[in-house]
């Protein structure tokens, strides 16, 4: 480090005006192409809002206004079933009745029951993976992790069978239970996390004579909050957004979730002119829970992205 | 100059990125904690035997089957593959899957390290990292819902704005030779700021003073990128590329909920194929062969991609 800062000293004596220029220059332009990058991402939000908030009807006089246009509610009132179906027509929607209470309660239920006991089954699993000794230990673990090699596609065929042979089509039991006790790379994830766990308390533990459902309880779980809750997140977010195995297993309206009901909202809507403020506001509804999830904990999240990708 | 400057770093770098994965595994040999083991693992045992292992087997017995869902499977052999292999349709999914899966990785991977760079560069802002994540934690359905809307024909800003600057409009889910590209560029926006977190997660393991000495060298910005950022990104990136390309060839939610693998064939993608024949045609054994061909194909490439790009040795380790 000596040696390298003592030559860039004298560069920046010999010539400091240019030097300094062109790297001003340079990282202008750098944020410049930052900023292009950031709006193409965050401008659509915006155009989702926009829309949202205009009538459908006022859409077709004014597509290119940068505010919304005939400023209402009516969309979300359409969408949350607050408005009358002679309201809704007014403003160009359907006049239909959407069913978004009871989709959104169905997508808290599947995701949260989901992520729970996945985040939980795989906890306990990952333990004895990082923590206990026995035979074949490392041989199921790498049988776990070749799992992540096969596309979903190829075992939820197997599984919609099952499923159906079960007489689950349509109930929660039958969305829920693939995804409720394990997944490879929930359990490679919360072993990484145990294994770099201190022993010294456990060892402790063990001598003061906790057995290891004890230690697992009050040592690692409590010293494990951080990425559990990292991993809850990211698996709540991920079961938020499924949209296949629901589609074949869930299509019912008592177990319908808001991914399917939108995508059966964009494809009952006459091909001509769809309701467009509707299905923005519909949109803006859905993904809402999860942005606010995602705002409340935004560091975990980006931070955990590196680790999460490079399995 | 510059890559004299790497070799002299190389024996300071931190390896510890992947130890952790070693340690639990070298302790000395002790009593065996079976019993115990076994109440911990159970539940995420039986998952794995009914919910993975026992649906793959079974997917590999199904493609070797006639079943329409509705009687029980009759053996057939290889009957499904030689049908396969003589299907227009298929070959058609495939290209059509290949040609999504080029654009699609191509100008993600790309936008993908000029965001992580310039992140790199500029910022370690986790308000602008947050940012950059957004549109991945929407759903793939609503992203594509809200592309629908943009790119309309009639409506969308896009034509808007196309037909201002004296253009004529695009009808871009409408089109045969526009759908592809389109669903393509749609999947760019969601996953764009994903996988440069990945890539900017790859580029923070790369020492500062790498940076330091190669300007101290007289070299820019520029010369830094390709001499030392992408050699030294290679085996990151090999990871990344196997992670993004085994997701882009299974393209599902967005076309489902635009195109329908229309107009005509033309957004007719591997995965959509298999859904309509298992699903809409009842041709569940058929569609179980489609899962097979596509498990070889992700598997291949996965291989080939770490092969080509040497993930296994790193320039910096």
């Not at chain 1, 929660?172 to 201190?198: C, D, E, V, W």
């Not at chain 2, 079974?58 to 593959?81: A, E, M, V, W």
């Not at chain 2, 965001?115 to 500029?122: E, G, N, S, T, W």
């Not at chain 2, 896009?158 to 409408?174: E, H, Q, T």
């Amino acid at each position: 480090m000596a040696t390298a800062t003592a030559p860039s000293r004298v560069a920046a004596a010999t010539e400091p005006e240019i030097t300094r220029k062109r790297i001003n220059l340079g990282r202008v332009a750098a944020w410049a192409a930052m900023i292009i990058l950031i709006l193409i991402t965050l401008f659509p939000f915006y155009w989702m809002l926009r829309t949202a908030f205009s009538t459908t009807k006022s859409l077709f006089s004014d597509p290119a206004s940068l505010l919304p246009v005939d400023f209402t509610t009516g969309a979300f009132q359409r969408v949350l079933g607050l408005a009358t179906p002679a309201e809704a027509q007014a403003e160009g929607g359907s006049g239909a009745a959407v069913n978004f209470w009871l989709y959104l309660r169905n997508s808290v239920v599947f995701a949260t029951l989901a992520t729970a006991g996945q985040v939980f089954f795989c906890a306990l699993a990952a333990y004895a993976f990082a923590r206990l000794r026995w035979p074949g230990r490392d041989i199921v673990f790498f049988l776990f992790l070749t799992a992540l090699m096969v596309p979903p596609i190829f075992t939820m065929l197997p599984n919609f069978i099952l499923i159906k042979n079960l007489g689950l089509i349509n109930t929660f039991p039958g969305l829920i239970l693939p995804y409720f006790l394990m997944t490879p790379f929930a359990i490679f994830f919360l072993r990484q996390f145990f294994l770099g766990i201190s022993r010294e308390i456990e060892e402790a533990a063990k001598l003061d004579g906790a057995g290891h459902w004890r230690i697992f309880f009050r040592i690692v779980l409590p010293m494990s909050t951080a990425p559990m809750v990292t991993l809850f997140i990211l698996t709540f977010i991920n079961m938020w957004n499924e949209y296949f195995w629901p589609l074949l297993v869930g299509g019912g309206e008592n177990v319908r979730v808001l991914t399917l009901a939108i995508g059966i909202f964009r494809s009952q809507t006459p091909q001509g002119s769809p309701d467009w403020a509707g299905l923005m506001a519909a949109v803006l509804v859905a993904a809402l829970p999860i942005l606010i999830l995602f705002f409340a904990f935004a560091k975990k999240v980006v931070n955990s992205i590196g680790f999460s990708g490079l399995k | 100059m510059s890559t004299g400057a790497i070799e002299t770093v190389e024996p300071v770098v931190p390896s510890d990125f992947k130890p952790g994965a070693v340690r639990g595994t070298d302790k000395p040999p002790g009593r065996s904690e079976i019993g115990i083991a076994l109440i911990f693992i159970l539940p995420a045992l039986i998952g794995f035997l009914v919910f993975y292992l026992y649906p793959f087997i079974r997917g590999f017995y199904f493609s070797l089957t006639r079943y329409n869902l509705l009687g029980t499977p009759t053996f057939i052999g290889l009957d499904n593959f030689t049908r396969l292999f003589q299907d227009p349709l298929f070959w058609n999914a495939i290209l059509v899957t290949v040609e999504y899966v080029v654009i699609n990785i191509v100008l993600q991977t790309i936008l993908a390290v000029a965001i992580a760079v310039l992140m790199h560069r500029l910022t370690q802002s986790t308000v602008i990292r947050g940012l950059i994540l957004l549109p991945f934690l929407i759903s793939n359905v609503i992203a594509a819902m809200l592309w629908f809307w943009m790119l309309d024909y009639q409506i969308g800003l896009v034509n808007g704005f196309i037909a201002a600057i004296g253009f004529d409009k695009i009808p871009f889910f409408g089109d045969s030779a526009w759908a592809i590209p389109t669903i393509a560029i749609v999947n760019v926006w969601r996953h764009m700021g994903y996988t440069a977190l990945l890539v900017f997660a790859g580029l923070q393991m790369i020492p500062n003073y790498v940076y330091e000495a190669a300007a101290v060298d007289g070299s820019t910005e520029w010369k830094s990128f390709w001499r030392i950022t992408m050699p030294l990104l290679r085996p990151v990136l090999a990871l990344v590329l196997v992670i993004t390309v085994t997701g882009s060839f299974q393209v599902f939610d967005t076309v489902a909920v635009t195109t329908r693998g229309g107009p005509g064939n033309a957004s007719r993608v591997i995965q959509y194929y298999i859904y309509q024949k298992g699903f809409t045609e009842g041709q569940f054994g058929y569609a179980s062969a489609l899962c097979v061909i596509l498990f070889i194909i992700l598997a291949t490439v996965a291989v080939i991609q770490l092969r080509m790009l040497r993930a296994g040795e790193s320039d910096l380790a």
